[in-house]
């Protein structure tokens, strides 16, 4: 457009898209239609929307574990794995108090690609409507071995029956530790949140050094700020002694527990590595 087109500040409506005015090129502002300017704004709407969704989506679309009914024990929750072929257990043992069903769900959105999710309760109930395992190893392991049965009974040839991940928490934690190191064959992958070296002890060295052939891998995880962050140092020191595979993990700025919407950046690595083991 040449100058002197549009004379002083004045240019025709909607006649040009730029005035010139004193060697200078202004933009003429254009009218929407109503209709237009709806469409943009439920647009953006709708983008917000869309972009806000997947965090909500994760939690609202796990569906219920499953239940899975234990001959002398409490029932158990689960879920499959996504392949229809043999898989691996993946068994979480929660902390003192712990919801095994609604630990289950959070742990499925974690490792249900990797196997079987299965989640046993604790022998004992407590005041809160949570479990406990009484720090009892014996009964703890008499409920892991009948709820792996019961698995296998159920869905016969889908389930191992050896190599699986035994994952524990806190109190879980501790029972985890003792199954493990008495049933290696079977439970030779371990993930530890809040592992303490207290929990081994006596004999507890040389075990760990008979079974290290059958012990593949061990992951260490813990908040820096619990209290067990140095016993899980010196755990991890333990199976290093004994030649055992181990990778530890003192997790900056984590407590005791791992809030939800943060277990799948934190464990899903671990996971892997403990499952890629042959």
């Known amino acids: 457009m040449r100058a002197g087109a549009?004379?002083?500040?004045?240019?025709?409506?909607?006649?040009?898209?730029?005035?010139i005015e004193y060697g200078v090129v202004f933009p003429v502002p254009r009218r929407?239609?109503?209709?237009?300017?709806?469409?943009?704004?439920?647009?953006?709407?709708?983008?917000?929307?869309?972009?806000?969704?997947?965090?909500?989506?994760?939690?609202?679309?796990?569906?219920?574990p499953m239940t899975l009914e234990v001959a002398g024990q409490a029932d158990a929750y689960y879920y499959k794995p996504r392949s229809k072929a043999r898989r691996p257990i993946l068994m979480y043992l929660h902390g003192r108090g712990g919801n095994a069903f609604e630990d289950c769900r959070k742990w499925a959105r974690v490792a249900r690609q990797f196997g079987w999710v299965v989640c046993p309760q604790g022998p004992s109930g407590g005041d809160n409507g949570?479990?406990?395992?009484?720090?009892?190893?014996?009964?703890?392991?008499?409920?892991?071995?009948?709820?792996?049965?019961?698995?296998?009974e159920k869905y016969p040839n889908r389930v191992r029956s050896r190599g699986d991940?035994?994952?524990?928490?806190?109190?879980?934690?501790?029972?985890?530790?003792q199954v493990g190191l008495r049933d290696p064959m079977h439970w030779?992958?371990?993930?530890?949140?809040?592992?303490?070296?207290?929990y081994w002890w006596g004999d507890a060295p040389q075990m760990l050094e008979q079974n290290?052939?059958?012990?593949?891998?061990?992951?260490?995880?813990?908040?820096?700020?619990?209290?067990?962050?140095e016993n899980t140092k010196r755990a991890g020191e333990m199976l290093k002694d004994a030649h055992i595979r181990v990778r530890v993990k003192i997790a900056p700025g984590l407590g005791?527990?791992?809030?939800?919407d943060r277990m799948i950046t934190n464990y899903r690595r671990p996971l892997r590595w403990l499952a890629a083991a042959k």
Do not use: M
């Open 130 to 152: 949570g479990r406990t395992w009484n720090n009892d190893a014996d009964s703890a392991k008499k409920v892991i071995d009948a709820v792996v049965v019961a698995l296998q």
């Open 256 to 260: 005791h527990e791992v809030p939800a």
């Open 188 to 198: 030779n992958k371990w993930l530890i949140l809040a592992a303490n070296d207290k």
């Open 32 to 64: 929407r239609h109503p209709a237009a300017a709806f469409a943009l704004a439920l647009a953006a709407v709708a983008a917000v929307v869309l972009f806000a969704r997947p965090a909500a989506a994760t939690e609202s679309t796990t569906p219920d």
């Open 212 to 229: 290290r052939a059958k012990i593949r891998r061990v992951y260490l995880f813990t908040g820096e700020n619990d209290q067990v962050a």
């Open 6 to 19: 549009c004379q002083g500040s004045t240019c025709p409506p909607l006649a040009r898209w730029a005035c």
């Open 165 to 177: 991940i035994l994952i524990g928490f806190s109190e879980g934690a501790y029972i985890a530790q």
